[in-house]
């Protein structure tokens, strides 16, 4: 068997490598036109129904910036969307602001908007427990225990967690609310929803719970029982309810034309379903220095947070 020649070799492989450039080019023609709106979601099928409609809503109206297509991309944690911001697959994101921060220190993802919800721009983080525990203050939370809802979550862990340690409250993580607190710090556990952490306080398996202000109205109204025997011991400054952000690789013109239609959806008729399915957003406004000192604060506070904890 003979060998080919070296030129034919050669030549083979410049054209494959002017195959591989085509078929590249072609790629990155194929991306261009193209608005990817992501989400963080342990739920994708639920939440790409709630994304899309907006979606649909807003890429019509970004053709004068070369905006022809619309795209969900969901990731599965944050360490997932992280990556995609960077390699620049995904252009808009919408989050909780403890994510959304997140993904701004580590993927130079850039705030764009503030978005109000049902009504509401912020929320506060309450800490409740039961009536007749004999705790009033949160300093008698050390050797106690106190449910969050999840690690992913602002206004029930991040927020909370931050509260404690500037207290100078040290912190245990527990695997589950059976386990019990340590005399010298405060266990914390995850309930997942908060209905569980409001029902592990109520029915005493952690002293006490903390989410937020509009989860303890919801359950106000939910349960008799709740009213009469959980009360609240402290409550948090304000914190913006959600946030949208962008690529730090999506071109000005495209951001700013994204602000635009997003500012103006709220008084659009034509949104207004689309809004609804977005997490019943009411609209989107521009942050002012109150805003932007209370973000500044959970951007200082969550990765305090995360350092000593996670």
Do not use: C
Not at 72 to 80: R, T
Not at 107 to 113: C, E, I, Q
Not at 120 to 134: M, N, P, Q
Not at 219 to 232: G, K
């Amino acid at each position: 068997m003979t060998s080919p020649h070296p030129s034919t070799v050669s030549g083979g492989l410049r054209w494959l490598a002017l195959l591989l450039a085509v078929l590249a080019s072609g790629l990155a023609a194929a991306a261009e036109g193209v608005l990817v709106l992501g989400r963080i979601s342990d739920d994708p099928r639920r939440h790409y129904e709630q994304l899309r409609p907006l979606l649909d809503y807003v890429v019509p109206r970004m053709r004068s910036v070369g905006i022809r297509e619309g795209r969900v991309l969901m990731a599965s944690d944050p360490q997932q969307m992280i990556s995609y911001l960077r390699r620049g697959k995904v252009d808009w994101v919408t989050e909780t602001p403890g994510t959304g921060l997140l993904l701004a220190d580590r993927a130079g993802a850039r705030p764009l908007l503030l978005t109000e919800r049902s009504g509401s721009r912020e929320y506060r983080t309450v800490f409740f427990v039961r009536r007749d525990s004999g705790i009033t203050e949160l300093s008698q939370l050390l050797g106690k225990t106190i449910a969050f809802q999840s690690p992913a979550s602002t206004s029930a862990y991040l927020v909370p967690a931050m509260v404690l340690r500037e207290r100078g409250l040290p912190m245990n993580l527990m695997v589950s609310p059976l386990e019990g607190g340590d005399v010298g710090s405060v266990g914390y556990v995850f309930a997942n929803t908060g209905s569980n952490l409001a029902t592990w306080v109520h029915k005493r398996l952690v002293d006490a719970g903390s989410f937020s202000d509009q989860d303890w109205e919801s359950l106000q109204r939910m349960s008799d029982s709740y009213r009469r025997d959980l009360v609240i011991i402290h409550t948090t400054e304000p914190v913006p309810r959600a946030m949208e952000l962008v690529s730090a690789n999506l071109e000005p013109e495209v951001a700013e034309r994204l602000k635009q239609v997003l500012l103006g959806a709220a008084e659009d008729p034509q949104a207004r379903d689309a809004l609804r399915q977005f997490f019943r957003t009411t609209g989107f406004y521009e942050p002012d220095a109150r805003d932007r000192a209370a973000l500044e604060a959970l951007r200082r506070g969550a990765r305090d947070v995360r350092e000593a904890l996670e």
